[in-house]
């Protein structure tokens, strides 16, 4: 049997001039049909695997892409073109057309997103890269919430920090305890789990990856304004203390994903 090649097309409600080539990755930016998209080529026998390896690809790569400038891509639809193989044939699902939105990216952008896809590409299906997905996700959707429900926004972009921190929560407890002992005593699990708050759990997750970790404090106070339970009144969140949660959590994922290539 021959081997088919597909092309899924992903089209974008919202895209971005690009001044630095056709390509993102090993996936393709071009234009028909007045619409944006991005598109990757698959080989294999059935469409169905196409279109779930294509959608996998794309939106892994509009994720890491999301990751470096703090916008969401959103995707009105998908089309699955059979390009050659066995019988070709075209399958093109219908496009809804919807008004474009123009938003500058810069190509230094760009490069970094293709290098974080190559350290992905190599990551084994092991611990790390479960955290990198559900993190990756927490940040995508707070991105999408950004202009919609800021609250909620803030609580995902915590949740990519709060989730890479925990990453670290063995070694903080070893770190910690070998430094108490050295002044001390040596705690029992008990006292090391009262004495390893959200604060220090970050910190030193920050020490770990590289990267300031000034605002952690205020940030992990901020988060405990929140209420568990539904209620119709929200903390109010700055747009210093916004910008500053969504920093920690955008160079948190990028140096954890760093740390493991």
């Known amino acids: 049997m021959v081997e088919n090649t597909f092309r899924v097309k992903a089209y974008l409600k919202v895209f971005h001039k690009i001044d630095t080539g056709t390509k993102i990755g090993d996936c393709e930016l071009g234009f028909e049909n007045n619409r944006y998209f991005l598109s990757k080529t ?71 997103a293709e290098k974080t896809l190559r350290i992905l590409d190599k990551l084994p299906n092991e611990k790390p890269a479960e955290i990198i997905e559900k993190a990756m996700n927490y940040f ?22 709060e989730l890479l921190a925990q990453a670290y929560r063995k070694e903080f407890s070893q770190a910690f305890n070998e430094k108490l002992k050295n002044t001390l005593f040596e705690l029992n699990k008990n006292e090391i789990h009262t004495l390893a708050t959200q604060t220090r759990i970050m910190r030193f997750m920050c020490e770990q990856l590289g990267i300031s970790d000034e605002k952690v404090s205020r940030i992990v106070k901020l988060r405990a304004t929140f209420s568990a339970h539904a209620t119709t009144k929200e903390p109010s969140v700055s747009e210093e203390d916004f910008n500053s949660c969504k920093i920690l959590s955008s160079n948190s994922l990028i140096n954890y994903i760093e740390k493991h290539q």
Do not use: M
């Open 42 to 112: 698959i080989s294999c026998n059935l469409r169905e695997e196409a279109e779930e390896k294509g959608r996998r690809r794309i939106n892994q790569v509009l994720s890491t892409l999301c990751l470096y400038t703090g916008v969401s891509y959103r995707i009105d639809s998908y089309t699955v073109d059979q390009i050659c193989g066995d019988e070709p044939h075209l399958y093109t699902s219908n496009l809804l057309i919807r008004s474009l939105t123009l938003l500058p990216i810069r190509g230094e952008d760009v490069t970094k």
């Open 140 to 161: 995508l959707r707070a991105c999408y919430l950004e202009t919609e429900w800021r609250s909620e926004s803030f609580l995902n972009f915590y949740k990519v920090t």
